[in-house]
């Protein structure tokens, strides 16, 4: 199973823009998923999660400018990033917990890096 990312740009500060990443391969079940976003020369932060039954859970950073949601049919997850600032300018990498069958614990995938520039 691997993840594919996409949706990163280059957009004005006060835009908006949509990441998606979708599985593709054979999958049993995806759990939570989640973005992480790494800025140049710092380290790698959770952004926002979700779980199967869609809780969510946003950094306080993220918190009301970005929403995550998932269609677990089509096993693909959303962040609609809105009000975006110079900061939050990073590369955003996608994880899930991947369950390969009922008794399994979860696996954690990760896709490739999108790189979204938020310019002033």
């Known amino acids: 199973v691997q993840l594919q990312a996409s949706g990163g740009g280059l957009v004005q500060a006060g835009g908006s823009l949509r990441l998606s990443c979708a599985a593709s391969?054979?999958?049993?079940?995806?759990?939570?998923v989640g973005w992480y976003r790494q800025a140049p020369g710092k380290q790698h932060d959770l952004i926002a999660h979700i779980t199967r039954d869609g809780s969510t859970w946003y950094h306080d950073s993220v918190n009301g400018r970005f929403t995550i949601s998932r269609d677990n049919a089509k096993n693909t997850v959303w962040l609609q990033m809105n009000s975006l600032k110079p900061e939050d300018t990073a590369v955003y990498y996608c994880?899930?917990?991947?369950?390969?069958?009922?008794?399994?614990?979860?696996?954690?995938?990760w896709g490739q890096g999108t790189l979204v520039t938020v310019s002033s």
């Open positions: 994880y899930a917990d991947e369950q390969k069958s009922p008794d399994s614990t979860n696996s954690p995938l």
């Open positions: 391969g054979t999958v049993f079940r995806i759990n939570t």
